[in-house]
C-alpha cells in the first residue's frame, strides 16, 4: 500500500526550482584541530625523560612531542615546522622541555599550557646539547668545535645567547696542547656532583677535554694518540691484558661510568668502548701519550663491527663504591649480527686498573633501534639506584624493561637470557589484536539515554575494567588529571566505540579528553557455542535512543547489546529457521540481548531505524534483511537486490510522521516498548552505485528499477538531507490538523504517553509531500550527486547538482552545525581534505590530515573512521586522534578538561627536598616520596645530581662575560709582551674588564682631588696592557687561508685608519697646547697687575 501511494505522490509532486540554494557555511566558521591524541606516533626517534614528574616525551622525524604520564595522561605538541628533532630534554621539573629541530632551531615549550614558549635560531649546526641539571642553563656545541652556551628565562620566556664561549683554540692555549679547530663537538656531559662548574667536551677526532668553568682550566685530557690501553677482562668481552696503543678515531657515544663523574665511558664507531679515569691529574708527559691508564672493552671479536650508537649507565645498588654498575649498549657486534641491545654488569677493582665483567644479556629487539633512556625506580632510597629501561624501536613501539628483573638475569650465568618486555599500554588498542572498525557517537546532553548509562557505569564502578596499566609495574605516574573528568555526577555524553579482530568490542567514556573504558564485551556469546562469533568486526550501529549496540562480523552474525540494562539472565539465538532463548550467567555488565546468524556472508552495513525498534542489515551479497529489536524476530530478508550482486554499503531510513513528535520516557527506555511503524523507507545503496528504496514493512520495492549513474562509478556513501527549500504545504496542512475534536487529542495523549502514534490519513499525506521534498547526496570516489528523492523513488537518474573530483574520494562524512547538516566532510587517497556547504556543495575549506596530523594516508583508513556532529575521529598504526570541525564548538571543555603536564605542588615539594638536602649536604633524603624524588635525579641520559637553582649564581656571572679576559692574574709571571699598535685602543669603547678592575676604576673615581675638580680629569688615553689571553681571545680567528687573508686586510687597513687619527690627535694636541701657553701667558700678566687683596 505504501509502495503505491508513494510512487503516485512522486510521479504527480509539483517539481521545485532546479538550481541549488546556497549554503551556510562559512571558512570562518571552521577551525580544524587536534582534540584528543593517543598512542604513539610511528615516526618517533628520540626519548627524554623527567625522573622527577616522572613524565616520559617522545620526539618524532615530522615536528611532533608526545608526552607521557600516567593514568592515562597524554600530551600532543605539533611544532610549527615539520623537521625531525635530533636532541629532546626536559628542564627537570619546571614544567618546560627543549627539542632541538634538524634545522638547528631551540624551541622551548611550556607543558602547563601545551604552546611553544620561544624559539632561537642557531647560525651553526648543533652537534651536541645538554642542559645543565636543576639549572635554565644549556650548553650547545656546534660543527665548528665551539662550546657555547643559552639561557631560557622563564619569567619572560625568551632564549638568551649569552656571551660566554670556549672555542678550540682557547683550550689549546690553556691546556698547552694543540687542539684541531675544524672538528666538531660531539658530545657535552655535565660532571655529577660538580654544580655545573666541569664538563666533558668531546670532539669528533677522539680529543676528550674535562673544562673547568669557574678556575678556566683544563683538568683533565684524554684521547689523542700512543696512549696505552689495558683491555677489559671478561670471556665474553675480551681476555687480553696486553697493552696497546690508541690511534686517533672517531667518538660515537659517551655517558658517564661512576656516580662520582670520575670514569667516563667512550664509544667509537669502530665498535671499541674506552673507561677513561678523568680523577688522573693531566700532566705534560701524559699529554705526550707517555702514561695514561685507559680501559678497553671490546663487545665482539669481529674486524669489522658496528659504531657504539648508544651509551646508558646505571649503578649498582648492591655494590658500596661508585664505580660499579650496570652498562647499557647499542652497536659494538658484528656488522650483520641479529639487532639486539647489550647489558653489562661490571666490576672495578681497587685501584681502577681493570674492570671485569661479571654478568652480560642481550636483549633482542622488536623492530629497529631508535633510542633507549633510563628511568630511575621511584621512591627509591638508601643505596637502591636500580632503573628501568625505555626501549623505543620502529615503528613507535615503546618497552620497559623491568631494572629488577634485569638485576637478576645479569646475576645468572648464562649469556644469552630472555628477558619478557612490558609493551606500552595504550588506551585505545588497535594492535593485538587488531582494530578493525571504529565508532563515535555523542549523546544528546541531560537526556534520558546520558542519565541511564551514567547510572549503570555508576553501579558497575567497582567492577569497570582496570586501567591499560592495571597490574603491571608501568613508573609514569605524571600529570595531573582534570577535575571535570573526577566529578562523581559527570554525565556521559559522547561514547568511542571499537570492534576488533578476535569480534571483541571496547566501549569508552568520550566525554572528556581523557577516555574511561566502560566496557569490554568478548566475541564469544556467554554459554553458547555460536559459530563465527568471534569473527572479525566488519560494521556496528549505536541507537543512543534505546541503548542498543549493533554489532557485525565477517561470518554474517549480527549481535545485539543493550549497554543500559545489565540484569539480563537470557538472550535469543536466531536463525532463518529457529528461534531459541538460551540463558546466561547474571552479572553487573551489559550482556548480548540477541543474536543472529542469517547468511554466511560479511555484514556490510547496520542502521538502526524507527527509534530503534528496528535494526536493517546489508549483507555482502547484496540482500537485505530487517530484524524486530524488541522482540527478538526476523521481520524479512530480501532476495538479491542488484542484479550483478553488489555488496550493501549503506542503509538509511526515511520515516513519515505526523505533527506530533515521538517521545520516549525512561520507562519505556527500560522496558523497550515496541513503536508501532506508521510508514518507512529504507534507501539501500551498493557498492556500483545503485539506490534501490523498499518499504521498511514488508520489504516491497517501491519501484522495479533502481535509481543508478550513468557512468560507471563506485559508491562510498549516501546521506538523506531533509528539506533545504520552503515547504508551505506541509505547514498549512499542520495547522488544519491541528484543528481536530477534544477527543482526537486525548486519544493521541493516550498514543504518546504509550510510545506509539496513530496518524490519519491527511497526516500521513502531509507527511509524504514533505519527504519528496528532501535530497539524497550520493558520494562516490570520483564525483558527489545530488538528486530529489523525487527522483531517485521514481528511478530516474536526474541530478541537480554534480562535482567532479580532481583525486578518487575514500571517505565522507556529514558536519552538523546547531543540530542541523550544513556541510560534508571528505577524505582523499592523497590525505587531502576538503569540506564542501551543504546543499550547494561549494568548497569551503581545504586541509590535509598530513597538516593537522602528520599522518600520511594509509590503505584501509577509511574503515576506521567515523564522526558525529563536528567530531571525526581517525586512526593510523598505534594512533588514534579526534579532529574538532567547527571554530565555536567545544565539545570536549578545552581547556578546563585537559590533564595538567607539570604538577606544581610535586614540583614545590621536591625543590624543597632538594634545598634541604643542599643545605645539610647530603646526597640523598630520607626514606619516603621527596627521598625518591630526590634518588630519580641520578637517572636519564645525564648522570647530573639534582642542585638548587641558587647554586648556578657563581656560574652565571662566568657566562655573563667572554672568558679569557680576566686582568686579576699575576702579570709578573709572565713574560714581557711586545706591544704594537693594533694594541692601542684611540676613541674606542673601553675593554671589558673584570669585576675587580671595574671596582678599582670606581674606587678611583670616588676619590677625585681639589686640582681634578678645578682642571677636570686627567686624559685617561694610555695605553693599556693587555694580557695574551685577552690578545688571543680577540684577534685569533678560524677558518682558512682565504679568510685569515681577507682578515689581515681588514686589520691593515684599521691600521692605517688608525695611523691617520693619531696624526690628527697629535695636531689637536699641539694645537691645544700653543694656546693653553697664549692663555696662561696673558693670565700671567694679569695676575702680575693685581694686588694681593684684589686677588
Given at each position: 500500500?505504501?509502495?503505491?501511494?508513494?510512487?503516485?505522490?512522486?510521479?504527480?509532486?509539483?517539481?521545485?526550482?532546479?538550481?541549488?540554494?546556497?549554503?551556510?557555511?562559512?571558512?570562518?566558521?571552521?577551525?580544524?584541530?587536534?582534540?584528543?591524541?593517543?598512542?604513539?606516533?610511528?615516526?618517533?626517534?628520540?626519548?627524554?625523560?623527567?625522573?622527577?614528574?616522572?613524565?616520559?616525551?617522545?620526539?618524532?622525524?615530522?615536528?611532533?612531542?608526545?608526552?607521557?604520564?600516567?593514568?592515562?595522561?597524554?600530551?600532543?605538541?605539533?611544532?610549527?615546522?615539520?623537521?625531525?628533532?635530533?636532541?629532546?630534554?626536559?628542564?627537570?621539573?619546571?614544567?618546560?622541555?627543549?627539542?632541538?629541530?634538524?634545522?638547528?632551531?631551540?624551541?622551548?615549550?611550556?607543558?602547563?599550557?601545551?604552546?611553544?614558549?620561544?624559539?632561537?635560531?642557531?647560525?651553526?649546526?648543533?652537534?651536541?646539547?645538554?642542559?645543565?641539571?636543576?639549572?635554565?642553563?644549556?650548553?650547545?656545541?656546534?660543527?665548528?668545535?665551539?662550546?657555547?652556551?643559552?639561557?631560557?628565562?622563564?619569567?619572560?620566556?625568551?632564549?638568551?645567547?649569552?656571551?660566554?664561549?670556549?672555542?678550540?683554540?682557547?683550550?689549546?692555549?690553556?691546556?698547552?696542547?694543540?687542539?684541531?679547530?675544524?672538528?666538531?663537538?660531539?658530545?657535552?656531559?655535565?660532571?655529577?656532583?660538580?654544580?655545573?662548574?666541569?664538563?666533558?667536551?668531546?670532539?669528533?677526532?677522539?680529543?676528550?677535554?674535562?673544562?673547568?668553568?669557574?678556575?678556566?682550566?683544563?683538568?683533565?685530557?684524554?684521547?689523542?694518540?700512543?696512549?696505552?690501553?689495558?683491555?677489559?677482562?671478561?670471556?665474553?668481552?675480551?681476555?687480553?691484558?696486553?697493552?696497546?696503543?690508541?690511534?686517533?678515531?672517531?667518538?660515537?657515544?659517551?655517558?658517564?661510568?661512576?656516580?662520582?663523574?670520575?670514569?667516563?665511558?667512550?664509544?667509537?664507531?669502530?665498535?671499541?668502548?674506552?673507561?677513561?679515569?678523568?680523577?688522573?691529574?693531566?700532566?705534560?708527559?701524559?699529554?705526550?701519550?707517555?702514561?695514561?691508564?685507559?680501559?678497553?672493552?671490546?663487545?665482539?671479536?669481529?674486524?669489522?663491527?658496528?659504531?657504539?650508537?648508544?651509551?646508558?649507565?646505571?649503578?649498582?645498588?648492591?655494590?658500596?663504591?661508585?664505580?660499579?654498575?650496570?652498562?647499557?649498549?647499542?652497536?659494538?657486534?658484528?656488522?650483520?649480527?641479529?639487532?639486539?641491545?647489550?647489558?653489562?654488569?661490571?666490576?672495578?677493582?681497587?685501584?681502577?686498573?681493570?674492570?671485569?665483567?661479571?654478568?652480560?644479556?642481550?636483549?633482542?629487539?622488536?623492530?629497529?633501534?631508535?633510542?633507549?633512556?633510563?628511568?630511575?625506580?621511584?621512591?627509591?632510597?638508601?643505596?637502591?639506584?636500580?632503573?628501568?629501561?625505555?626501549?623505543?624501536?620502529?615503528?613507535?613501539?615503546?618497552?620497559?624493561?623491568?631494572?629488577?628483573?634485569?638485576?637478576?638475569?645479569?646475576?645468572?650465568?648464562?649469556?644469552?637470557?630472555?628477558?619478557?618486555?612490558?609493551?606500552?599500554?595504550?588506551?585505545?588498542?588497535?594492535?593485538?589484536?587488531?582494530?578493525?572498525?571504529?565508532?563515535?557517537?555523542?549523546?544528546?546532553?541531560?537526556?534520558?539515554?546520558?542519565?541511564?548509562?551514567?547510572?549503570?557505569?555508576?553501579?558497575?564502578?567497582?567492577?569497570?575494567?582496570?586501567?591499560?596499566?592495571?597490574?603491571?609495574?608501568?613508573?609514569?605516574?605524571?600529570?595531573?588529571?582534570?577535575?571535570?573528568?573526577?566529578?562523581?555526577?559527570?554525565?556521559?555524553?559522547?561514547?568511542?566505540?571499537?570492534?576488533?579482530?578476535?569480534?571483541?568490542?571496547?566501549?569508552?567514556?568520550?566525554?572528556?579528553?581523557?577516555?574511561?573504558?566502560?566496557?569490554?564485551?568478548?566475541?564469544?556469546?556467554?554459554?553458547?557455542?555460536?559459530?563465527?562469533?568471534?569473527?572479525?568486526?566488519?560494521?556496528?550501529?549505536?541507537?543512543?535512543?534505546?541503548?542498543?549496540?549493533?554489532?557485525?562480523?565477517?561470518?554474517?552474525?549480527?549481535?545485539?547489546?543493550?549497554?543500559?540494562?545489565?540484569?539480563?539472565?537470557?538472550?535469543?539465538?536466531?536463525?532463518?529457521?529457529?528461534?531459541?532463548?538460551?540463558?546466561?550467567?547474571?552479572?553487573?555488565?551489559?550482556?548480548?540481548?540477541?543474536?543472529?546468524?542469517?547468511?554466511?556472508?560479511?555484514?556490510?552495513?547496520?542502521?538502526?531505524?524507527?527509534?530503534?525498534?528496528?535494526?536493517?542489515?546489508?549483507?555482502?551479497?547484496?540482500?537485505?534483511?530487517?530484524?524486530?529489536?524488541?522482540?527478538?524476530?526476523?521481520?524479512?530478508?530480501?532476495?538479491?537486490?542488484?542484479?550483478?550482486?553488489?555488496?550493501?554499503?549503506?542503509?538509511?531510513?526515511?520515516?513519515?510522521?505526523?505533527?506530533?513528535?515521538?517521545?520516549?520516557?525512561?520507562?519505556?527506555?527500560?522496558?523497550?516498548?515496541?513503536?508501532?511503524?506508521?510508514?518507512?523507507?529504507?534507501?539501500?545503496?551498493?557498492?556500483?552505485?545503485?539506490?534501490?528504496?523498499?518499504?521498511?514493512?514488508?520489504?516491497?520495492?517501491?519501484?522495479?528499477?533502481?535509481?543508478?549513474?550513468?557512468?560507471?562509478?563506485?559508491?562510498?556513501?549516501?546521506?538523506?538531507?531533509?528539506?533545504?527549500?520552503?515547504?508551505?504545504?506541509?505547514?498549512?496542512?499542520?495547522?488544519?490538523?491541528?484543528?481536530?475534536?477534544?477527543?482526537?487529542?486525548?486519544?493521541?495523549?493516550?498514543?504518546?504517553?504509550?510510545?506509539?502514534?496513530?496518524?490519519?490519513?491527511?497526516?500521513?499525506?502531509?507527511?509524504?509531500?514533505?519527504?519528496?521534498?528532501?535530497?539524497?547526496?550520493?558520494?562516490?570516489?570520483?564525483?558527489?550527486?545530488?538528486?530529489?528523492?523525487?527522483?531517485?523513488?521514481?528511478?530516474?537518474?536526474?541530478?541537480?547538482?554534480?562535482?567532479?573530483?580532481?583525486?578518487?574520494?575514500?571517505?565522507?562524512?556529514?558536519?552538523?552545525?546547531?543540530?542541523?547538516?550544513?556541510?560534508?566532510?571528505?577524505?582523499?587517497?592523497?590525505?587531502?581534505?576538503?569540506?564542501?556547504?551543504?546543499?550547494?556543495?561549494?568548497?569551503?575549506?581545504?586541509?590535509?590530515?598530513?597538516?593537522?596530523?602528520?599522518?600520511?594516508?594509509?590503505?584501509?583508513?577509511?574503515?576506521?573512521?567515523?564522526?558525529?556532529?563536528?567530531?571525526?575521529?581517525?586512526?593510523?598504526?598505534?594512533?588514534?586522534?579526534?579532529?574538532?570541525?567547527?571554530?565555536?564548538?567545544?565539545?570536549?571543555?578545552?581547556?578546563?578538561?585537559?590533564?595538567?603536564?607539570?604538577?606544581?605542588?610535586?614540583?614545590?615539594?621536591?625543590?624543597?627536598?632538594?634545598?634541604?638536602?643542599?643545605?645539610?649536604?647530603?646526597?640523598?633524603?630520607?626514606?619516603?616520596?621527596?627521598?625518591?624524588?630526590?634518588?630519580?635525579?641520578?637517572?636519564?641520559?645525564?648522570?647530573?645530581?639534582?642542585?638548587?637553582?641558587?647554586?648556578?649564581?657563581?656560574?652565571?656571572?662566568?657566562?655573563?662575560?667572554?672568558?679569557?679576559?680576566?686582568?686579576?692574574?699575576?702579570?709578573?709571571?709572565?713574560?714581557?709582551?711586545?706591544?704594537?699598535?693594533?694594541?692601542?685602543?684611540?676613541?674606542?669603547?673601553?675593554?671589558?674588564?673584570?669585576?675587580?678592575?671595574?671596582?678599582?676604576?670606581?674606587?678611583?673615581?670616588?676619590?677625585?682631588?681639589?686640582?681634578?675638580?678645578?682642571?677636570?680629569?686627567?686624559?685617561?688615553?694610555?695605553?693599556?696592557?693587555?694580557?695574551?689571553?685577552?690578545?688571543?681571545?680577540?684577534?685569533?680567528?678560524?677558518?682558512?687561508?682565504?679568510?685569515?687573508?681577507?682578515?689581515?686586510?681588514?686589520?691593515?687597513?684599521?691600521?692605517?685608519?688608525?695611523?691617520?687619527?693619531?696624526?690628527?690627535?697629535?695636531?689637536?694636541?699641539q694645537s691645544g697646547a700653543e694656546n693653553f701657553a697664549s692663555l696662561a701667558d696673558e693670565l700671567v700678566k694679569t695676575m702680575e697687575s693685581k694686588k694681593w687683596w684684589q686677588i
Open positions: 500500500m505504501l509502495a503505491k501511494s508513494l510512487l503516485q505522490k512522486a510521479v504527480h509532486h509539483p517539481q521545485f526550482q532546479q538550481h541549488v540554494q546556497r549554503g551556510d557555511l562559512k571558512s570562518e566558521d571552521l577551525d580544524l584541530r587536534v582534540a584528543i591524541h593517543y598512542g604513539i606516533p610511528s615516526t618517533s626517534s628520540v626519548l627524554a625523560f623527567d625522573p622527577i614528574q616522572r613524565l616520559l616525551a617522545i620526539g618524532t622525524l615530522d615536528g611532533r612531542i608526545k608526552v607521557i604520564g600516567g593514568d592515562g595522561i597524554e600530551g600532543f605538541l605539533i611544532s610549527p615546522k615539520q623537521l625531525p628533532y635530533k636532541y629532546l630534554e626536559f628542564m627537570q621539573n619546571r614544567g618546560f622541555l627543549i627539542g632541538i629541530s634538524n634545522d638547528n632551531d631551540i624551541q622551548v615549550w611550556n607543558l602547563e599550557d601545551r604552546c611553544l614558549a620561544c624559539c632561537l635560531q642557531w647560525e651553526s649546526n648543533i652537534t651536541a646539547f645538554c642542559l645543565i641539571g636543576g639549572s635554565h642553563f644549556m650548553y650547545i656545541g656546534d660543527e665548528y668545535g665551539l662550546l657555547s652556551v643559552v639561557k631560557f628565562n622563564g619569567e619572560d620566556g625568551k632564549l638568551s645567547h649569552l656571551p660566554y664561549n670556549i672555542s678550540a683554540n682557547s683550550l689549546s692555549e690553556a691546556s698547552g696542547l694543540s687542539v684541531p679547530d675544524d672538528q666538531p663537538i660531539v658530545g657535552i656531559l655535565p660532571q655529577p656532583h660538580s654544580s655545573g662548574d666541569r664538563v666533558i667536551i668531546a670532539y669528533a677526532n677522539g680529543l676528550i677535554i674535562l673544562w673547568d668553568v669557574s678556575k678556566s682550566q683544563v683538568p683533565f685530557i684524554g684521547g689523542g694518540k700512543d696512549l696505552q690501553l689495558k683491555y677489559a677482562m671478561d670471556s665474553d668481552v675480551q681476555d687480553d691484558t696486553s697493552e696497546h696503543h690508541l690511534e686517533e678515531k672517531e667518538i660515537s657515544a659517551i655517558c658517564w661510568a661512576s656516580s662520582d663523574g670520575s670514569i667516563l665511558a667512550v664509544g667509537y664507531i669502530d665498535g671499541d668502548v674506552l673507561f677513561w679515569n678523568t680523577n688522573v691529574t693531566t700532566s705534560k708527559c701524559e699529554q705526550k701519550g707517555q702514561s695514561k691508564s685507559v680501559v678497553k672493552l671490546q663487545l665482539s671479536s669481529a674486524e669489522r663491527r658496528l659504531p657504539v650508537i648508544v651509551l646508558q649507565w646505571s649503578s649498582n645498588n648492591s655494590s658500596h663504591n661508585d664505580y660499579n654498575g650496570q652498562l647499557f649498549i647499542y652497536g659494538g657486534e658484528e656488522i650483520g649480527s641479529e639487532e639486539v641491545l647489550t647489558v653489562l654488569s661490571l666490576e672495578w677493582s681497587s685501584g681502577m686498573d681493570t674492570v671485569r665483567c661479571v654478568g652480560r644479556v642481550d636483549l633482542t629487539l622488536t623492530g629497529s633501534f631508535a633510542d633507549m633512556i633510563l628511568s630511575p625506580i621511584a621512591g627509591a632510597t638508601g643505596g637502591n639506584h636500580k632503573a628501568d629501561l625505555f626501549v623505543l624501536t620502529n615503528p613507535g613501539q615503546l618497552h620497559l624493561y623491568d631494572g629488577t628483573n634485569l638485576s637478576t638475569l645479569l646475576s645468572e650465568k648464562e649469556r644469552k637470557q630472555f628477558a619478557r618486555p612490558v609493551e606500552f599500554p595504550m588506551v585505545i588498542p588497535t594492535a593485538d589484536p587488531s582494530m578493525t572498525v571504529g565508532k563515535f557517537s555523542a549523546l544528546p546532553a541531560g537526556g534520558n539515554s546520558s542519565k541511564s548509562l551514567s547510572e549503570l557505569v555508576s553501579i558497575m564502578k567497582p567492577s569497570l575494567p582496570p586501567s591499560p596499566t592495571a597490574g603491571i609495574k608501568w613508573p609514569l605516574t605524571g600529570g595531573v588529571p582534570t577535575q571535570l573528568s573526577l566529578t562523581k555526577d559527570s554525565s556521559i555524553d559522547r561514547l568511542y566505540i571499537a570492534g576488533y579482530q578476535d569480534g571483541s568490542i571496547r566501549i569508552w567514556d568520550a566525554s572528556y579528553p581523557i577516555l574511561t573504558l566502560l566496557f569490554v564485551l568478548e566475541g564469544e556469546v556467554q554459554g553458547t557455542d555460536v559459530a563465527g562469533s568471534s569473527a572479525p568486526v566488519t560494521t556496528l550501529d549505536f541507537c543512543w535512543q534505546t541503548l542498543n549496540l549493533a554489532v557485525g562480523n565477517e561470518c554474517g552474525v549480527v549481535r545485539i547489546c543493550n549497554l543500559g540494562s545489565s540484569n539480563k539472565t537470557s538472550f535469543h539465538y536466531v536463525t532463518e529457521t529457529k528461534c531459541e532463548v538460551q540463558s546466561c550467567a547474571q552479572g553487573k555488565e551489559p550482556k548480548y540481548k540477541a543474536v543472529f546468524s542469517l547468511l554466511k556472508s560479511p555484514v556490510q552495513a547496520l542502521q538502526f531505524g524507527n527509534c530503534g525498534a528496528k535494526l536493517a542489515v546489508g549483507f555482502g551479497v547484496g540482500r537485505v534483511a530487517v530484524l524486530d529489536v524488541c522482540s527478538p524476530s526476523i521481520l524479512f530478508v530480501t532476495d538479491c537486490i542488484s542484479s550483478s550482486s553488489s555488496p550493501i554499503i549503506s542503509l538509511s531510513w526515511l520515516e513519515f510522521k505526523n505533527a506530533h513528535s515521538h517521545v520516549q520516557s525512561k520507562e519505556q527506555l527500560e522496558t523497550e516498548v515496541a513503536v508501532e511503524p506508521e510508514a518507512e523507507i529504507i534507501f539501500i545503496l551498493t557498492k556500483d552505485a545503485e539506490i534501490f528504496s523498499i518499504d521498511g514493512a514488508n520489504g516491497e520495492m517501491i519501484h522495479p528499477h533502481p535509481w543508478h549513474l550513468k557512468k560507471e562509478e563506485t559508491a562510498l556513501s549516501m546521506y538523506i538531507i531533509e528539506s533545504m527549500f520552503p515547504v508551505l504545504n506541509h505547514e498549512k496542512h499542520l495547522e488544519e490538523s491541528s484543528k481536530d475534536t477534544t477527543a482526537k487529542g486525548e486519544a493521541e495523549l493516550d498514543a504518546a504517553s504509550t510510545g506509539t502514534e496513530h496518524p490519519s490519513s491527511s497526516e500521513t499525506a502531509s507527511s509524504l509531500d514533505h519527504s519528496l521534498d528532501t535530497h539524497v547526496l550520493l558520494c562516490c570516489e570520483n564525483s558527489l550527486q545530488l538528486c530529489s528523492m523525487n527522483s531517485v523513488v521514481q528511478g530516474k537518474d536526474k541530478t541537480i547538482h554534480k562535482i567532479n573530483h580532481t583525486k578518487p574520494c575514500c571517505w565522507t562524512t556529514t558536519v552538523k552545525k546547531d543540530g542541523r547538516v550544513c556541510g560534508l566532510f571528505l577524505l582523499f587517497q592523497t590525505g587531502d581534505l576538503e569540506i564542501r556547504s551543504l546543499p550547494d556543495l561549494e568548497l569551503v575549506k581545504e586541509s590535509s590530515i598530513k597538516s593537522i596530523l602528520r599522518w600520511n594516508y594509509k590503505a584501509n583508513m577509511d574503515k576506521l573512521m567515523s564522526s558525529d556532529d563536528a567530531q571525526v575521529t581517525l586512526t593510523s598504526g598505534c594512533e588514534v586522534a579526534f579532529i574538532s570541525l567547527l571554530a565555536g564548538s567545544n565539545d570536549f571543555r578545552i581547556p578546563e578538561s585537559l590533564p595538567c603536564l607539570h604538577d606544581r605542588v610535586l614540583a614545590a615539594a621536591a625543590d624543597a627536598a632538594i634545598s634541604s638536602s643542599s643545605n645539610n649536604k647530603k646526597q640523598g633524603m630520607a626514606p619516603g616520596i621527596l627521598g625518591g624524588i630526590v634518588k630519580g635525579f641520578k637517572g636519564g641520559k645525564v648522570k647530573a645530581s639534582a642542585t638548587p637553582e641558587s647554586d648556578f649564581t657563581h656560574l652565571e656571572n662566568k657566562f655573563l662575560k667572554a672568558p679569557f679576559i680576566d686582568t686579576t692574574q699575576n702579570v709578573n709571571n709572565q713574560e714581557d709582551i711586545e706591544l704594537d699598535i693594533d694594541d692601542i685602543e684611540i676613541d674606542e669603547t673601553p675593554p671589558v674588564t673584570s669585576s675587580s678592575s671595574y671596582e678599582a676604576v670606581k674606587t678611583k673615581r670616588g676619590k677625585e682631588t681639589d686640582r681634578e675638580k678645578l682642571l677636570g680629569a686627567p686624559d685617561d688615553s694610555t695605553p693599556r696592557v693587555r694580557t695574551a689571553q685577552e690578545i688571543i681571545a680577540k684577534y685569533r680567528k678560524t677558518g682558512d687561508a682565504s679568510s685569515a687573508a681577507a682578515h689581515a686586510r681588514n686589520k691593515l687597513a684599521e691600521r692605517g685608519e688608525k695611523l691617520e687619527r693619531i696624526s690628527r690627535r697629535t695636531e689637536e694636541l
